[in-house]
């Protein structure tokens, strides 16, 4: 016949063990004990004391039959029972585990409290003695970062919450000399989700601020990189003689700078384009003398050197002409210059993200206004035409929300085996 407490006074070493093997087969320890959820499958929920011997923290206690089945015969619980020959032991069936449903658990945490301010270096018998006198305890959940390490907080559930309100109701709590944070978990919780939910708008707003960061420094980098660039067109304009070469005619409203890139691709290298699409003129800077790539573009095309099947006129500037057409060139790169340092963010690589012509394999893409030279006829528009500018990008907005801090996997008890 199986045998419980008679409520015979307890020395402290077998309080000790009536507390322990009451923790292991409670309802905090016991659901989630794999090991001893299987042992008690085995032999209608009796446990051999050989087993249990083995479970760390009640081998540091006593590893005598004797000595825990007289523990466990003066407990007052009721919980545990002992079999006829005084070798198992197992939870009493009057005594049946809870349902883990949402009402247990939340009774579980409205008499749950959050304690802080433990060494790193304290044990859960430390802490066990010091919850001594502060009421009863049924669990106590030591808090542990992921690499194990006590983080000096713990989780305590009293017994009722009429216990747990007497306890975070004593004033100046200490843990020897230290001041202990004492809160219920509820209110612990809610904290902590308002602190994580304010670090979270502050790291979106760190994340927007380098973003930011990021575009800016890039901006300034493609400022600085189209000025040198600018820079070096003037510098070589200023230099150029004999290199102008201007083009007229009834020409295709398609007609375009890869147009003459084609035309001239085998012939002279390209250094600047002054054309708009759809005018009926322009001109082309070569890297060499501008006479010697046109004459072997004719050579090439049996001295019939169209655009687009339209008839061209080729006429190499010299003297006045040439001067003229190169100090217009300049001041319209100079006004461009003068544009871009006042500030405006260069946003994309060019037109249609695309990088401009003239950044890449020699050729160079004229971007300022259309020049009306003095010795041309007076049948063309006499106003200057500036082209469109490149439409807008919008930025992308992909800030991502920070995923919420991973809910750590913390020790419960003396769960130790």
């Known amino acids: 016949m199986a045998e419980n407490g008679d409520g015979e006074n307890m020395s402290v070493l077998e309080s000790k063990i009536c507390q322990q093997i009451e923790y292991y087969f409670g309802n905090h320890n016991l659901p989630r004990d794999k090991f001893l959820k299987e042992q008690i499958k085995l032999d209608d929920g009796w446990v051999p004391l050989e087993v249990m011997i083995k479970f760390n ?30 070798t198992k032991i197992r939870r009493s069936p009057n005594k049946p585990l809870p349902e883990l449903n949402d009402q247990y658990k939340a009774a579980i945490k409205n008499r749950s409290v959050y304690v802080k301010g433990f060494p790193l270096d304290a044990t859960l018998d430390d802490i066990k003695e010091w919850l001594e006198d502060k009421g009863p305890v049924e669990n106590i959940q030591m808090r542990r970062t992921l690499q194990r390490t006590f983080k000096g907080s713990i989780f305590a559930v009293f017994d009722s919450i009429e216990s747990a309100k007497k306890f975070t109701e004593i004033p100046n709590q200490k843990y020897k000399d230290t001041e202990l944070i004492v809160l219920f978990k509820e209110e612990y919780c809610t904290k902590k989700n308002e602190e994580r939910r304010q670090n979270k708008v502050e790291a979106k707003a760190r994340a927007k601020q380098e973003k930011e960061e990021k575009q800016k420094q890039a901006a300034d980098a493609e400022m600085e990189r189209s000025l040198k660039f600018h820079l070096n067109v003037i ?87 040439e001067k003229e057409a190169l100090k217009k060139i300049l001041e319209d790169q100079q006004e461009l210059l003068k544009q871009k340092t006042k500030g405006r963010k260069i946003k994309g690589k060019g037109r249609g993200g695309k990088i401009p012509q003239g950044a890449h394999k020699g ?42 801090p991973k809910q750590l996997k913390t020790e419960n008890g003396d769960g130790d085996q």
């Open 235 to 321: 510098k070589s304009l200023e230099e150029k003689t004999g290199c102008l070469l201007k083009f007229f005619g009834d020409l295709d409203d398609q007609t375009c700078r890869e147009d003459l890139h084609d035309v001239f691709s085998d012939h002279g290298e390209i250094k600047w384009i002054h054309f708009v699409r759809g005018a009926k003129e322009g001109i082309i800077l070569f890297k060499d003398i501008a006479k010697e790539a046109l004459g072997k573009a004719k050579e090439a095309h049996n001295g019939n050197l169209q655009l687009r099947n339209k008839d061209v006129t080729w006429e190499v500037l010299e003297g006045d002409a």
């Open 57 to 86: 923290r009640l081998s540091r206690l006593s590893k005598d039959f004797s000595v825990i089945v007289e523990a466990l015969r003066k407990s007052k619980t009721g919980l545990m029972e002992i079999n006829e020959d005084k």
């Open 363 to 404: 050729k160079v893409q004229f971007q300022g206004k259309k020049i009306k030279f003095e010795h041309e006829e007076g049948g063309e528009d006499d106003t200057k035409t500036e082209p469109a500018s490149p439409k807008k990008r919008p930025l992308e907005e992909m800030e991502k929300e920070e995923p919420a």
